[in-house]
């Protein structure tokens, strides 16, 4: 009779991989393929973030199912990094130097604190898996306080921007220094906010923004509609994102064109009409923007809507029409950056400083061109903290449409979601509530120790 | 066949007895009955006889050494003759001369209803022991024959008949077969029984039965013929796999299919079979029957037993049909005009912001009115022949037999560019080696072409490109080509612009699917002593799986992108199995009244799977395609797997009989399999049964009513261990790959796909069944009831885990099922003789229940793919519920404008859909989701039907199912506002129309103006999940009648031929279904049982028209 004990041919098992840094940076990449594929992850990742005043149809019933893809993909992200960084520090990678370990491993934080930084804005207080935690399967855990979930996010970070290097010269992709420092300022920023509203953070976000500046590694592309081309996508500006190239593809561009473009959009995130009328006309809406197409005006459009060209105007019409997109997803860029910083330093000073309205005015005079806009004026430091503040945010609101729920986590961090919109059946909905994303119902029910946030059942 | 001659053994010690002694002593022991006239036998020689567990034949053979005396047995007769030319010991058919004459002689042929004349019929003076049989050419003649005697004509398979010879000398009598008696012996795995003593529930068709209707698959002839057995046609195309359920469905995870055992060979693929070539097909239902088959027996066991030579001269069969085949019914779609109105009505509603230009003008709709459009259903389909030839030569000698056949099957796909081929070829051949040694090598192979556009949910790269789906979604005012021959786009702007030419879609797609199959079997059997006998049998199934395909420039799939074109892939797999089964059988009856017959096997099980596939994209040559990969600039994604599963098997069975009115079955079988955790590697699986005959008793034998009755009862255990090898290790998988170095190279990622689960283990099915048994008027009625209770434990069960531990489940033996049923068949023989007919009826109803889902209280399935608003948990198994079950919103109707004000307070007007609010909270939100249908039937019924008269025989069957709900996907987008073709549109909503569910087109500005807020939130993706598109599924199907003509025997016989038969049938020619989709026997995409039932655009059903011809030599 033959052995019944099996030995399988085709795979192994985790506890015997991430050997070495090849296969650790293979559980890397698989922790943002997870993220970032076809049809999965962001690929299709806006739809939870369509209740802001950016996105057609936003409304402010959040269904019980919202985000819930979102924090699947995340998670699963963070048990492949979990599973490297556990074996980094078992000492399983053999063969290479310590600095080489110690940038695996500030590889392995960086990711790890940027999907914790994803789920803590959307959900709240998440249950915190490490690599140090007990195997999750066997035991269940509650979810961790925002300001845990945060104090891992920061160390992850302040460990990545200490090891990473300044920049991979045959690895554009990778994680940096300066994506860290980045990260972490923007971290910085929303902990200042709410909902832990630790004020003492905008300093050190204002501290890591200028860091960033002044490492001399990026600066604004000058012209705004080269921002989003694929020539520009490893920088100067680009500091970290989602990366796609002609053989990974992610998800059908279509989604965010009207049909009327190439063979066809489908038109499923559009901007709203109100939104694009409060913009002032300058170069970056035409850039950003779809208002018209071929000499129609987009009430013309079959939507009716315009749409933003971020992510499928400046790839090929081949790729286009090809249900592909080659775009990049971008995470943190360096007008995010000076943003950042104009805003916390605007809030740890008692008012604009002059840096911070030098780095605000960075973006607005790209954004109008470098010419004088009477309507998009450039700020002064006679501006009161507020109104330099609200400036800030509207401004983060137009330079960064449609990436990756900027505008959604601005309007929860600074709670203002019922004065974004004065639409009555949005309004009708708003209830504080709704600042979060309710936990996943599976989770919730498989897992009595998970608590339901409020205003969703459980 | 002699089938009780050839299971009965003697074992007599008889010491200087007479002749007649010995006869007596032989009718006492047994059931033979012997026939003879006096003078031609001496029946006072004396002889002594010594054998030990012999057939009759030894012993006649011994009895008659050295007379002229010759026998000859039918079934329980045995027919003592005079040979004619003296020769002795010919144990065959031979004439018997009457040496005296007294009284009157009559003489006369015997043939049977086609005319052919039929040795060796047996006919005796009835209450006499005097008879005669008939020659080689039909003929008899008996003297003696008083007037006023009764001849009784009789022969195995037909219908005895009684004859007065009143004034008569020449006797000729046609016979008509009879049907099939509990005498028949049948398979019930390592072995075989007959049917009277059967203990457990078994279904039995026989391959005559099964020729009878012109049939291309061996699965499609078991549908609606076998009480308990679920057959659904998941797809119309040809070559299309059926699912096939015994007795509901037990598992979620671990397969439903039953087992299927070809000539002792466990797994096989009756798509391998020709259903020519198969002498039976068992099905082994309840527990008794099945745990033999230990750890695959839990879903039923389809035996098949292949056709055997018989010992004769050679007969030679030749068929062949030739059939044609249409759609059965297209979906009603609007005709360009009106769908050219109804766009123009919907863009007239997006008024939000100004007056919306018409789409089309007036001139244009009247254009198309005059010219009609393209029908794109009718672009796609056709009308394709089928043909099929079948060639079979069979024989034998004394000591070898042997049974040759061959096939071709070629069947165009009633959806253009798809077909599916077939050549099969099997050799069976049997030896008696020598009086103790037998010997049995058996080969069957099949090579199947079968190409088809993609159809249906998980085929097809995307539904884009999905023919069947978007064919009849397609824009009708636009024809399939421009000016210049090329296929037109969908025009952009209204419709469903998002899908690829319809017509290119179908045809350009090159889809090639190779199979070839190889199974062979071998045993040799030693009689050690007597009754003792060993078996020891090897056999191998090996297929090789060769399929490619390419999707040209011309395709959605292989669209020129950046001067490049094509996307094609390339999948080689091989599936070995190997089986070694060691049978040690013992069978002996004692004192004529104990009938034991027990077996012990070791066995083992080896099978293995390599494959290994690519997906290119990117060639610069079109022409040369996937057949140059060098030519291709991207590999997209690549694979190889290697796995093997090792199962070890002892068992062992008893089967006990006393006096043929007690009889007890029990086996036990042990399964080892690798493909469990290391701590449950193997498996027990006890089953017992009893079975009490109560018409052999004496107080219900003087009722003089019942032929049989027998009153049965099991238990046992059975498994499922359909996992796949390697579940039980945590595993780290390739595939995930991602650039993660940005620029543009790629980066090999690997994931953590499982995890370990070391305490896996078999899914047991236990099951209790009662059965009745009964015939009357000497078995020309008969009925057969089951009734049983299936509880599965340990259910295979991807339990699903909380999706922050990185995986979204673990494959654990949780939850339990029920599945409880009765199942009754009725057969009867209402006419017999020259007009015969011969009807059987059986009826099933099983109910299925999930009593335990682990820690889960629901189990929710993804049942579509993209582009339908459906996203999570349609369908949902629930403990208390059963399989099945759909869960949605539920709708009713459409909201009057009487109702305006309660509309008004979910936010709604007018003509929108009329939600059901569950919980009466005034939303309409996730918590009103409820059970919306149910795909499982109350009962599926079948009703077979056969007639003859003279030269004319008729067969029907009518098939159906009633209680399924079907959930129509396809409805979704056909039946869109913005885009829908679907015919149901013009009745919309309007104030003149208000009772009607499709809702009507309200516009934006009165939506507007209405300011309404809604209280409907559907949840995002899920807002299709409605109540609307579960449609009835039951149906009634004239599944197949067949009208056959039988060519007198007199006229094949002047052209050389033994016998000639020329047929008519038509399939699927009525079917009465109130479901408005192609076709109501749907299901496809079933990644597990708990999702049949969702009509995803499958390859619709065709109506077939058969001519045929069958002629033997």
């Known amino acids: ?458 | 066949s002699n089938s009780y001659s050839q299971v009965t053994k003697f074992s007599l010690e008889l010491e200087n007895k007479t002749i007649r002694e010995i006869i007596s002593e032989i009718e006492e022991q047994s059931e033979f009955i012997f026939f003879y006239q006096k003078q031609q036998i001496d029946l006072d020689r004396k002889v002594s006889v010594h054998v030990k567990n012999e057939k009759i034949e030894s012993i006649l053979d011994k009895l008659f050494a050295g007379t002229n005396n010759i026998y000859f047995i039918n079934n329980r007769q045995i027919v003592i003759g005079v040979s004619k030319e003296e020769k002795v010991r010919v144990p065959s058919v031979s004439v018997i001369e009457d040496a005296v004459q007294q009284k009157k002689e009559i003489s006369g042929k015997v043939t049977d209803r086609n005319g052919l004349p039929l040795p060796g019929v047996t006919i005796i003076v009835k209450g006499s022991t005097q008879g005669t049989i008939t020659n080689a050419e039909g003929k008899y003649t008996l003297s003696d024959v008083a007037e006023g005697d009764v001849l009784q004509f009789s022969f195995m398979g037909m219908e005895t008949q009684e004859v007065n010879v009143s004034g008569k000398t020449n006797i000729n009598l046609v016979m008509y077969e009879s049907t099939i008696g509990i005498e028949e012996v049948i398979a019930i795995g390592y072995g075989t029984q007959k049917k009277s003593d059967i203990t457990g529930s078994v279904s039995s068709v026989k391959g005559d039965e099964l020729t009878q209707m012109p049939m291309q698959r061996v699965d499609q002839a078991l549908q609606g013929r076998a009480s308990g057995v679920l057959v659904l046609n998941t797809a119309g195309a040809p070559g299309a796999q059926t699912t096939i359920r015994v007795r509901g469905m037990n598992s979620i995870n671990g397969g439903n299919n039953a087992l299927v055992v070809i000539d002792g060979l466990q797994g096989g693929n009756l798509n391998s079979i020709n259903p020519n070539d198969i002498e039976s097909l068992e099905i082994l239902k309840d527990a008794s029957a099945t745990a033999i088959y230990g750890s695959m027996g839990a879903n039923g066991v389809i035996l098949v037993t292949t056709k055997r030579g018989k010992k004769g001269k050679p007969t030679i069969n030749y068929s062949y049909s030739y059939g044609s085949q249409s759609i059965r019914s297209k979906l009603d779609i609007m005709g360009a005009a009106d769908y050219a109105r109804t766009r123009n009505a919907f863009r007239a509603t997006q008024n939000g912001s100004g007056t919306p230009v018409p789409i089309f003008t007036e001139q244009q709709i009247q254009e198309l009115e005059r010219t009609g459009g393209t029908d794109w259903q009718d672009e796609i389909y056709r009308i394709a022949p089928i043909q099929n030839h079948q060639l079979s030569m069979g024989g034998g000698t004394e000591n070898m037999r042997y049974m040759v056949s061959g096939g071709y099957l070629d069947q165009q796909g009633i959806l253009l560019n798809s077909e599916y081929e077939r050549f099969t070829l099997r050799a069976n051949f049997s030896a008696d080696i020598t009086e103790k040694v037998s010997f049995e090598l058996n080969w069957g192979g099949s090579k199947e072409f079968g190409s088809s556009p993609p159809y249906g949910g998980g085929t097809a790269l995307s539904f884009l490109g999905q023919a069947v789906n978007i064919a009849p979604r397609w824009d009708p005012t636009t024809p399939p080509y421009d000016a210049n021959g090329n296929y037109n786009s969908h025009p952009v702007g209204y419709g469903a612009y998002d899908t690829w030419n319809p017509l290119a879609a179908t045809v350009e797609p090159d889809i090639q699917n190779h199979t070839i199959r190889n199974n062979v079997n071998t045993y040799i059997e030693y009689e050690i002593i007597d009754g003792l006998k060993l078996k020891i049998s090897g056999g191998a199934a090996i297929s090789n799986v060769n399929d490619k395909s390419y999707y040209n420039s011309k395709t959605w799939e292989g669209k020129p992108v950046g001067g490049v074109v094509g996307y094609g892939t390339l999948t080689e797999q091989v599936n070995s199995h190997y089986q070694n089964s060691n049978i040690l059988s013992y069978d002996k009856t004692f004192n004529s009244t104990h009938k034991l017959t027990a077996i012990a096997v070791a066995e083992q099980q080896y099978d293995k799977y390599q494959g290994s596939g690519l997906v290119a994209s990117k060639f610069t040559v079109d022409q040369t395609g996937i057949n140059d990969l060098g030519g291709a600039d991207e590999i997209s994604s690549k694979y190889s797997s290697v796995s093997e599963r090792v199962i070890n098997s002892y068992l062992g069975r008893v089967n006990y009989a006393y006096a043929d009115k007690y009889m007890l079955t029990a086996s036990y079988r042990a399964d080892g399999s690798s493909v469990f955790g290391k701590n449950n590697k193997w498996g027990y699986f006890p089953s017992a049964s009893l079975a009490w005959r109560v018409s052999k008793e004496p107080f219900v034998q003087n009722l003089n009513l019942f032929t049989n009755l027998k009153f049965r009862g099991s238990w046992g255990i059975t498994g499922n261990q359909a996992i796949s090898p390697y579940e039980t290790i945590a595993r780290m998988e390739s595939g995930s790959d991602y650039p993660y170095n940005g620029g543009s190279s790629t980066n090999l990622g690997f994931r953590i796909a499982s995890a370990a689960n070391p305490n896996l283990k078999w899914e047991s099915t236990t099951q209790l069944n009662v059965g009745l048994d009964a015939s009357i008027f000497k078995g020309r009625l008969s009925t057969t009831v089951d009734i049983y209770k299936k509880k599965t434990e340990d259910l295979l069960l991807n339990r699903t885990l909380p999706r922050y531990t990185g995986l979204r489940s673990v494959i654990d033996n949780v939850g339990s099922v029920e599945n409880k049923g009765v199942e009754l068949s009725i057969t009867g023989d209402p006419f017999v003789g020259a007009f015969r007919w011969n009807t059987g009826f059986n009826i099933s109803w099983n109910r299925n229940k999930v009593l335990d889902l682990g820690e889960n209280e629901t189990l929710r399935f993804r049942t579509t793919y993209g582009g339908y608003s459906l996203k999570n948990g349609f369908m949902q198994l629930r403990v208390g519920e059963p399989f099945g079950q759909m869960y949605g919103y539920g709708t009713e109707g459409t909201w009057k404008e009487s109702e305006a004000t309660q509309a008004a307070k979910f936010g709604q007007l007018p003509g929108d859909i009329k939600y059901t609010d569950t919980n009466a909270d005034g939303k309409i939100n996730t918590e009103d989701i409820k059970i919306i249908g149910n795909s499982m039937p109350n009962f599926i019924f079948g009703w077979t039907n056969s007639l003859s008269y003279k030269n004319f025989d008729m067969t029907i069957l009518i098939q159906g199912s009633k209680g399924n709900d079907i959930f129509n996907q396809g409805r979704i987008r056909l039946e869109r506002g913005s885009e829908g073709t679907s015919a149901r549109l013009l009745d919309r909503w309007t104030p003149e129309n208000q009772n009607t569910d499709v809702p009507a087109f309200i516009d934006e500005k009165t939506r507007m103006d209405a300011a309404l807020v809604s209280t409907i939130n559907l949840g995002s993706g899920d807002s299709e999940r409605l109540q609307r598109w579960v449609e009835d599924g039951s149906y009634v199907r004239l599944k197949n009648i067949v009208l056959a003509y039988n060519i007198p025997a007199g006229l094949t016989q002047k052209i050389g031929l033994g016998s000639a038969k020329l047929y008519i049938s038509a399939t699927n020619l009525i079917t009465l279904t109130d479901y408005s989709g192609y076709d109501p026997e749907v299901s496809a995409y079933n990644r597990n049982d708990a999702q049949i039932g969702v009509d995803l655009s499958n390859y619709p059903t065709a109506k077939t028209f058969t001519f045929g011809i069958d002629v033997s030599f």
């Open chain 1, 1 to 458: 009779c033959k052995n019944l004990d099996e030995q399988p041919f085709s795979f192994v098992s985790p506890e015997t991989f991430s050997s070495s840094a090849a296969q650790v940076e293979a559980s890397y990449a698989a922790s943002l393929n997870h993220l970032w594929d076809y049809w999965s992850g962001y690929g299709y990742g806006y739809n939870p973030f369509r209740h802001d005043d950016q996105f057609v149809g936003g409304n402010l019933n959040i269904g019980a199912d919202n985000g819930d893809g979102l924090w699947n993909v995340h998670y699963a992200s963070i048990q492949s990094i979990n599973g490297a960084i556990a074996a980094i520090k078992a000492g399983r990678v053999k063969g290479e130097d310590q600095e080489t370990i110690d940038r695996l491993l500030a590889q392995g934080m960086f990711l790890r604190a940027h999907n914790y930084f994803m789920l803590v804005r959307m959900f709240g207080g998440v249950p915190l898996i490490t690599d140090e935690s007990p195997d999750p399967i066997s035991n269940p855990m509650p979810r961790s306080s925002v300001s845990d979930v945060y104090s891992l996010i920061v160390s992850d970070l302040t460990f990545a921007a200490s090891k990473l290097p300044l920049s991979w010269p045959d690895a554009p992709g990778k994680p940096t220094q300066g994506a860290a420092k980045g990260i972490l300022a923007k971290v910085y920023l929303t902990m200042a906010t709410f909902p832990l509203n630790e004020t003492s953070n905008y300093q050190k976000a204002e501290q890591m923004a200028r860091e960033v500046m002044e490492s001399g590694k990026y600066w604004l592309v000058t012209d705004v509609v080269d921002v989003f081309k694929p020539e520009n996508e490893y920088g100067p500006e680009m500091m970290w994102g989602y990366n796609s190239t002609s053989d990974d593809k992610t998800t059908d561009p279509q989604i965010w064109a009207p049909s009327v473009y190439g063979d066809g959009g489908w038109g499923d995130a559009a901007i709203d009409t109100t939104f694009e009328k409060s913009w002032p006309a300058q170069a970056r809406k035409d850039a950003y923007l779809m208002t018209e197409w071929n000499g129609t005006h987009y009430s013309d459009f079959p939507e009716q809507t315009p749409f933003c060209k971020k992510f499928f105007f400046y790839i090929s019409l081949d790729d286009f029409n090809g249900y592909a997109s080659t775009a990049n997803w971008p995470i943190i860029r360096y007008a995010d950056v000076l943003l950042i910083y104009a805003e916390a330093a605007n809030m740890a000073n008692g008012g604009p400083t002059q840096q911070a309205v030098d780095a605000v005015n960075q973006v607005i005079d790209r954004a109008n061109g470098y010419v004088e806009n009477p309507l998009h004026p450039k700020m002064t430091t006679s501006m009161s903290q507020t109104e330099f503040d609200e400036a800030v945010i509207q401004e983060r609101s137009w330079e960064l449409v449609f990436e990756n729920g900027d505008r959604w986590f601005d309007i929860c961090r600074k709670r203002i979601l019922d004065e974004v919109t004065t639409r009555p059946d949005y309004l009708a909905n708003f209830s504080e509530d709704d600042y979060l994303f309710p936990i996943p119902e599976v989770d919730l029910e498989l897992n009595e120790l998970l608590e339901q946030n409020p205003g969703y059942s459980e």
